[in-house]
Structures are given as structure tokens and as C-alpha cells.
């Protein structure tokens, strides 16, 4: 024991440098592994973080590892997690170089992949003027011509959120849309219009989504984009460990969480997009916060004796 972790921390996004950062503030043991390629990595630039608005996701993570070299009990790892495993109370974690370390706790902040249609054009315009969240990026194309491609209550959802940005909203449906009369209601008051006509490509210039075309040959002029994505899992980790996992309109795997952060297994935390909650920069920052507090004070009940929640008390609450 005296040479494992105190804690493990799958993941050096925004949820896991923020937790480091609190765990070595605590003088916690602890250790980052990060295998890169975050989800946000795509972005022009973070929107509507306090402090840091604008600035590229790489830039912003770079300040953080920065910030976590002051902490002598704090080490950052790159590379992959293959497999962890518990065994006597103590977690192997094992890379796939097959390095093992150990850890008296483990919080997971892999993150999320987005699931995108695959459209010819859309991946280089992904984290630009083609985007998932209007809060991140609404201000940049505001005022602009926009285009809000889903099905069903998403599409009511986001396009109703989106004219916020812009009173030229068209939905994108792909097929026979099937709004009933309250949603149809809602989307004539808001100046929305909708289109059923299939997608097939997404025309650019400069860099920037310049069209939107059908299959019957005609083009949409349009200066953005929001896409009804679909969030899954990026690691296996959490499968592995058995935590329980649930299913949203978004996410489809995401993991359970009590309000501290623990998950369905003892010793395991979890924060950030991995959990389902709204995928911004901000929220991952608080949650991994949040979470490594609640790390610390459950090595703190098991070192001195603090008082702490039995975890049976919060498991799926």
C-alpha cells in the first residue's frame, strides 16, 4: 500500500485536471493517465468559460497541466487505460503498455464521444460553424442564416433554443417530420420553418458551411449548423468495473453518479460528460471539482475517521 495512489484519475480532460488539481491542493497521491483526444479537441474555442472565454481547448488543457507541476503529489501520465481491476480493497490499474499502478480509488473522467450522421462535409466543419451546443457556439454565427438538423422532441428542443441566436431557424427532419399540432404551433410563433427533404452534403468556404444540399439537387444557404448528436461511452473502463450506467435523451451509456460523484462500486467516482450531465467545459470543471472533494473526504473517513455517508446510503439515489 505504501506505494500505490490515493487516487487514479482515468482521464486528463476538463473534469479530470480539475479534479487533480483539488487532490494535489489535498495533499492526495494522485495520479492522471490521459490518453488525449478530447472530445472538444475539434473547437475553435471554448464558449462562455468564465476567464477563458474563446480560448482553444488544447491551450486551456495545456494551462492545466501547467498548473498541476506546482503539486509534487500530483503525476501526469500519457497513455491508455487497458484494463481495472479490484482486488483486496486496492485497484490495478493496467496500461496498455502494461504498466500497472495502484490505487486506493479510482475516478473515472474518460469523457464521451459524440455519434454524428455521416454526411459528406461535416467532419471538417465539426467544432466550427457545424456544432452541438449553442451555448458554446451560438454567439459566433449569431444573426446568421442556421439550420438545426434532428428528429422528434430534440428538434423542437433545439430549434426553439437555437432562434435565442438567430430568427432564421430552418429544421432539418430528413423525412416526414411527424410534429404534432402544439409543436406545430410553437414552431410558426418562434419563425421557425421546416424542411423534410433528405440531406446529402454539407457545401463549405473559407472553412465555413456555406450550403446545406438534398438529394432532389437543390442547396440551403446557411452560415451554421447544430446537430442533434448522440453521446456514447469513449472507454470500456467503465463496463469493466461493473458501475451501472443509464440511458437519456442524449447519452446513451452514461454512468450513475450519486451527488458526490460515487458510483454503483465502492471506490469508484465518476465526473464530467461520462456521466450524462450537460457537456460544457464549465459543468466538467465544477463536477470534477465537486468529485475530488468528495474523494478526499472518503480517504479522510478511512485514514482518520472522518464521518462519511456509507456508500450503500447513496448508491442510484
Known amino acids: 500500500m505504501d506505494d500505490s495512489w490515493d487516487c487514479v484519475i482515468v482521464g486528463g480532460g476538463a473534469a479530470g485536471l480539475s479534479a487533480a488539481l483539488v487532490l494535489g491542493r489535498a495533499r492526495r497521491r494522485t495520479?492522471?493517465?490521459?490518453?488525449?483526444?478530447?472530445?472538444?479537441?475539434?473547437?475553435?474555442?471554448?464558449?462562455?468559460?468564465l476567464g477563458h472565454d474563446g480560448r482553444p481547448p488544447a491551450e486551456l488543457y495545456g494551462m492545466g497541466r501547467a498548473e498541476l507541476a506546482s503539486y509534487p503529489t500530483v503525476q501526469v501520465l500519457d497513455g491508455d487505460v487497458a484494463t481495472v481491476r479490484r482486488t483486496d480493497g486496492v485497484f490495478d490499474v493496467q496500461l496498455s503498455t502494461g504498466q500497472i499502478e495502484q490505487a486506493r480509488r479510482?475516478?473515472?473522467?474518460?469523457?464521451?464521444?459524440?455519434?454524428?450522421?455521416?454526411?459528406?462535409?461535416?467532419?471538417?466543419?465539426?467544432?466550427?460553424?457545424?456544432?452541438?451546443?449553442?451555448?458554446?457556439?451560438?454567439?459566433?454565427?449569431?444573426d446568421q442564416p442556421l439550420a438545426v438538423l434532428a428528429r422528434g422532441e430534440r428538434a423542437v428542443h433545439l430549434a426553439l433554443l437555437l432562434r435565442n441566436w438567430s430568427p432564421d431557424i430552418v429544421v432539418l427532419t430528413g423525412g416526414p417530420a411527424e410534429f404534432d399540432e402544439d409543436e406545430l404551433r410553437r414552431f410558426a410563433a418562434a419563425g421557425v420553418r421546416i424542411d423534410e427533404r433528405a440531406v446529402v452534403e454539407l457545401e463549405s468556404s473559407a472553412g465555413e458551411l456555406a450550403a446545406i444540399r438534398f438529394s432532389d439537387?437543390?442547396?440551403?444557404?446557411?452560415?451554421?449548423?447544430?446537430?442533434?448528436?448522440?453521446?456514447?461511452?469513449?472507454?470500456?473502463?467503465?463496463?469493466?468495473?461493473?458501475?451501472?450506467?443509464?440511458?437519456?435523451?442524449?447519452?446513451?451509456?452514461?454512468v450513475v453518479v450519486d451527488p458526490i460523484g460515487r458510483?454503483?462500486?465502492?471506490?469508484?467516482?465518476?465526473?464530467?460528460?461520462?456521466?450524462?450531465?450537460?457537456?460544457?467545459v464549465a459543468a466538467a470543471i465544477a463536477a470534477g471539482s465537486a468529485t475530488a472533494a468528495a474523494v478526499v473526504q472518503s480517504l479522510s473517513a478511512d485514514d482518520y475517521g472522518?464521518?462519511?455517508?456509507?456508500?450503500r446510503q447513496h448508491v442510484n439515489a
Open 217 to 254: 439537387g437543390d442547396a440551403l444557404p446557411r452560415r451554421g449548423l447544430l446537430v442533434a448528436s448522440t453521446l456514447r461511452q469513449r472507454s470500456a473502463l467503465a463496463e469493466q468495473l461493473g458501475v451501472e450506467t443509464g440511458a437519456g435523451p442524449v447519452a446513451v451509456d452514461p
Open 263 to 280: 458510483t454503483s462500486v465502492p471506490g469508484v467516482f465518476a465526473a464530467g460528460d461520462i456521466t450524462g450531465q450537460m457537456p460544457q
Open 106 to 142: 479510482v475516478l473515472l473522467a474518460t469523457g464521451m464521444d459524440y455519434q454524428l450522421p455521416e454526411l459528406p462535409g461535416m467532419a471538417g466543419l465539426w467544432g466550427g460553424s457545424v456544432f452541438h451546443c449553442p451555448f458554446c457556439h451560438g454567439w459566433e454565427v449569431a
Open 31 to 49: 495520479l492522471l493517465i490521459d490518453a488525449g483526444a478530447q472530445s472538444n479537441s475539434a473547437a475553435h474555442g471554448i464558449g462562455g468559460l
Open 306 to 311: 472522518l464521518p462519511y455517508p456509507e456508500w
